[in-house]
């Protein structure tokens, strides 16, 4: 029995041994082996995610406090592209339009100054009148209400240096004041026209917006945002604020 396992070992090595010697692939074969198994499976990946990105969804930082206290540095806000129209990839072309933004919704843009891309809300649709009175916002002609956390409703905001929460079309969100800071409380009445949106910031005293760069044509809007993905706290070593991930915006 143990000559037979010798013998039956010393076939296969002899077998092993006469087998002719695998050729190294040329440089030729190398690299389309490496486009076929890495580069072309990653490329065909970033090209679905670029695409994706491009046309149906896509996330945005945000870097300064314009929208606090509802959008904080720091968040990174999910953005919808197809809550109004469907875009050619890559590209501001409309293939087909089915809804247009509405007051109080926060939106994604490009900035009619420099293009670049902003976050702010809605205040006011093609047709409507704006003013703002010692930061009291009117809509074709109309006060806003203001109200404490508390469900006080507050009837000056000259000298506000708190967060009060603002009805603009039946949307409830948090704005905020701050008196010394330099800013214009007092703009308009401008008609927003045919094709156009009248954006601000929820930090009403620090934000730029349309009462700076003006009215922004619907098709720079990229989209509406309605929820964060996850939040960064920079001041405190970039930790994670589990509370914010998923929030929804309103």
Do not use: C
Request: glycine fraction near 8%; avoid cysteine.
């Amino acid at each position: 029995m143990v000559e037979s396992k010798s013998s039956a070992e010393e076939t296969v090595t002899g077998a092993e041994k006469d087998a002719p010697a695998k050729a190294p692939m040329t440089w030729g074969q190398r690299t389309r082996h490496i486009w076929r198994e890495w580069i072309r499976p990653i490329l065909v990946v970033v090209i679905v995610l670029s695409t994706f990105r491009s046309a149906v969804a896509d996330w945005n930082d945000v870097p300064t406090p314009s929208m606090d206290p509802t959008i904080l540095v720091g968040d990174r806000i999910l953005v919808n592209k197809l809550a109004y129209d469907l875009k050619v990839p890559f590209t501001r072309y409309h293939l087909a339009e089915w809804g247009a933004p509405k007051r109080g919704e926060i939106v994604v843009f490009f900035s009619p100054r420099d293009e670049t891309r902003m976050v702010k809300r809605v205040v006011g649709v093609p047709g409507d009148v704006i003013e703002l009175r010692s930061n009291r916002l009117y809509v074709n002609g109309e006060p806003l209400s203001y109200t404490t956390s508390d469900g006080v409703e507050v009837n000056s905001l000259r000298n506000a240096d708190d967060v009060y929460i603002e009805n603009l079309d039946g949307v409830e969100h948090a704005v905020q004041f701050t008196p010394r800071t330099p800013a214009p409380r007092t703009f308009g009445p401008v008609t927003v026209p045919e094709g156009h949106y009248f954006m601000m910031g929820d930090n009403r005293d620090n934000s730029f917006d349309s009462r700076g760069f003006g009215f922004v044509e619907r098709r720079r809007i990229v989209g509406r945002s309605s929820r964060v993905a996850l939040s960064l706290d920079s001041s405190r070593y970039y930790l994670p604020r589990w509370g914010r991930f998923f929030h929804g915006l309103r």
